[in-house]
């Protein structure tokens, strides 16, 4: 299995909803990542898990929680989000937990605050 | 200043022809990677390099650490190669990405 898959693909919601995006690779890999894309843009870096600790945390504003239940698993916890927060949300995998791996990528959850 | 650039921003090229992407960095880096993104948003990584010359089929990217460059080379392309090429370093303890080429090739 060399796939990293997310759940779900698209998700529309409320600024005062709580959400949760999942992430889920059977590679092996010990070292995770969430990304942010808007638009037109290149991917940021929101957060890095690294054997299962939160290694890299980018200055990414409280209303966005990560969680690594296990080292196959990563949520991103949702709550009050602004429609600014509307992007692409890619997860990623890489091994040894060394970021400069090859990483590879889940296919993106759409997410639109309304 | 971004630490990652690319060139072009865009390009359009016919079927079948020769297309080269170029990738600079302003630091010493461990590694670079070329990454390619369809429409719709999935990420694919293409290559990870730290010197000389890779290949994978039609695809082939060179890294020059001494002139902190690499080039990312598609020969005989075809129309499902278009999409968005990103370059990216990891620099320090934080990976930097390009702006990305967006890639059209028509038939």
């Known amino acids: 299995d060399t796939e990293v898959t997310q759940t779900p693909k698209h998700l529309v919601m409320g600024m005062t909803n709580k959400k949760s995006l999942k992430c889920e690779q059977h590679?092996?890999?010990?070292?995770m990542y969430w990304y942010k894309q808007k638009a037109k843009k290149p991917p940021e870096l929101m957060f890095v898990?690294?054997?299962?600790?939160?290694?890299i945390n980018e200055s990414v504003p409280s209303r966005f929680s990560p969680e690594c239940p296990n080292s196959s698993l990563l949520n991103l916890h949702l709550h009050a989000l602004q429609p600014e927060d509307s992007a692409l949300y890619l997860c990623a995998s890489s091994q040894e937990g060394k970021p400069y791996n090859e990483q590879f990528f889940g296919p993106g959850t759409r997410l639109t605050v309304l | 200043k971004n630490e990652v650039e690319q060139s072009p921003q865009n390009l359009t090229a016919q079927e079948g022809e020769f297309i080269t992407i170029n990738c600079s960095y302003s630091?010493?880096?461990?590694?670079l990677h070329w990454l390619q993104q369809h429409p719709g948003g999935g990420i694919v990584s293409l290559f990870m390099?730290?010197?000389g010359k890779k290949k994978h089929g039609r695809l082939i990217a060179t890294i020059n650490i001494q002139e902190k460059h690499s080039s990312l080379h598609i020969t005989a392309s075809h129309p499902r190669d278009s999409a968005v090429y990103i370059c990216a370093v990891f620099i320090g303890n934080q990976f930097y990405f390009g702006t990305g080429t967006s890639l059209t090739v028509i038939p």
């Open positions: 898990y690294s054997y299962e600790k939160l290694s």
């Open positions: 630091v010493g880096i461990s590694a």
């Open positions: 590679m092996g890999h010990r070292a």
């Open positions: 390099l730290s010197s």
